[in-house]
């Protein structure tokens, strides 16, 4: 009569375990690429809105920095997440402040759920008091 070891009934179980946890692995893993991508794309609306901002606090008519608060939000955030800047807030007076909200939609299709996320970005830059804006 054979003598069967107990750990040949094992035989093979090492290798269903790694099929069947390999899908939970690599959920996970997207889930981390995946916010990870919203983390860095905060940031960099965050940045936008900063550099629009401040874009604007610098030109002499309110029309002016509008278009230079747009101008530099498309130039930092490119194709990618076009952007929609708002200046609602704005004080356009001497010793007052540029208010500027950048938005946009971020596209994570890349992780294969079709779906966005849409991302803003707030700043205030004051203006210089004794600075002439018309």
């Not at 606090?57 to 708002?86: H, I, M, N, Y």
């Amino acid at each position: 009569m054979p003598v069967t070891s107990p750990n040949r009934r094992d035989r093979g179980s090492m290798t269903a375990e790694t099929v069947m946890l390999a899908p939970v692995f690599l959920l996970f893993l997207m889930f981390l690429v995946g916010a990870g991508r919203v983390v860095e794309a905060q940031g960099e609306v965050n940045g936008a809105a900063r550099d629009a901002a401040r874009a604007a606090s610098v030109q002499r008519t309110e029309d002016e920095a509008t278009g230079a608060a747009e101008q530099t939000a498309q130039s930092v955030l490119g194709d990618e997440c076009p952007p929609q800047v708002s200046m609602t807030g704005t004080e356009w007076v001497e010793g007052g402040v540029v208010s500027v909200t950048v938005t946009c939609e971020l596209d994570l299709d890349f992780l294969g759920f079709g779906t966005t996320k849409q991302m803003t970005g707030n700043s205030v830059v004051p203006l210089e008091q004794f600075r002439r804006v018309e």
